[in-house]
């Protein structure tokens, strides 16, 4: 009775269902949809356990892999701007577990154990890792503006040899593995002088595999090189890194030294302060990204839990009922290549949706193929209407949350100021330049712009479009951008140039030869003198 009232309440659609956040929305898209699909078909037990609550209502977390003394602990002290509860650092390994640096009132440690019970953190299907993982997990909680924003998980410092892969206790790839499905950013941290990429560090990158969009790469304390040594690090990392990371797109790397010292070298001094400014702006769009990475990793995980009831589904239609149980599953293991050949052609599945053959075959060993249950196509269907309707409409969320609320930004720290003020990156450069000056700064080089004025037959103080053209080409410019330069320097618009609009355009083209781009609007102190309508800035004649 009266169900016409519910349907029209708050925007809900046919199926009742109101989303009040696009949070909430994933959250019940994937207990009411795709849940019942992975508990049907084991999906836990071979890729990934269950989400919870705090899994989607948690802060972006970045995760900083590497080897030992790359920097990794020194870089969250140089976000924070301050130590935080465990921390060590030393040229020697001294990050021995993984340290997750979270927001909190009072300033202190976690403990692994107590940190896996809490339904407030991300962190509770870490048990699975047992003891002696657990023993080397702690959340350290600190009253940091950064931290209000995002959390930063510090991981031991990777080294070389058997011995520390033995030491460990667990599996310290699945571990990453949990982590790089979970995190907004993975970050590999490599130093100048230690590009060797040991085996336990390649399996540490290659259990990111799947999540290349979240990779991002930091070559630290690149101010101890020179130049010429830089170019042939960088040169070395990419080599190296284009063996383990396999993709055809080249991954990014952000060269710099991550940290408040003085730097060694400072003839790469702004190539490093623009690296950083933009491995800042990556790192502070996180928070206004994560719905949106969210809700990608949802249509991730759902394609994949799809694929795992279409193989589990074929494994058990094709076991006898009676006899010869244990001759056709090794018969069907033999032959798994094949199975994702058939489900590929019959359901028009990507061959990248398909989890790895081998590990494959190594998990389902340990199963009964006859217990496995028939494939329901009543969950598939279920997914697929998700997949195809309702993550359209958590899209168009949003895009309707960012319209209405301020872009989220990771702000304090090493991020407050760093775009204001004369230390923020290109003040004083380029069209910048000038800006705080009383002085026309165009008015410096004026005397040599006015010789070559004088020579293109000025009349009645002016020269003609086509003789300002045949200058300005001598600049090599393509004609879009001297065309953009003709448009700002013309201030009058009359399609021609007096000296001081002439001097304005041959400034203009001299900031583009310096590599800075062009305004879209001629700023307020690049106005000649003679044009400016505002006494303001008329310092010429009283």
Partial sequence: MFSWVKQEQGGRNKEGEMYQTVTEGLQTLYNKKLLPLEDTYLFHDFHSPALEAADFQSNPMVLLVGQYSTGKTTFIRYLLEQDFPGMRIGPEPTTDGFIAVMYGENEGIVPGNALVVDPKKPFRKLNAFGNSFLNRFICAQMPNQVLQSISIIDTPGILSGEKQRISRGYDFSEVLRWFGERVDRII?????????????FSEAIKAFRGQDDKIRVVLNKADQVDTQQLMRVYGALMWSLGKVINTPEVVRVYLGSFWSKPLQNTENRRLFEAESQDLFRDIQSLPRNAALRKLNDLIKRARLAKVHAYIIGYLKKEMPSLFGREKKKEELLQNLPEIYTILQREHHISPGDFPNVSKMQEMLQHYDFSKFPSLKMKLIESVDKMLSTKIAVLMAMIREEEAKQPAAMVTGGAF??????PFGRGYGEGVSAGADSEDWIVSRDKHRYDEIFFTLMPVNGKITGNNAKREMQNSRLPNTVLGKIW??????????LDDEEFALAQHLIKIKLEGYELPSELPPHLVPPSHRKNTLYNHTED
């Fill in 188 to 200: 590999l941290l490599f130093d100048a002088h230690k590009l060797d990429i040991s085996d336990e």
């Fill in 416 to 421: 407050e100021g760093s775009q204001d003020g």
């Fill in 487 to 496: 448009k700002l320097a013309d201030c009058d618009s009359d399609g021609m």
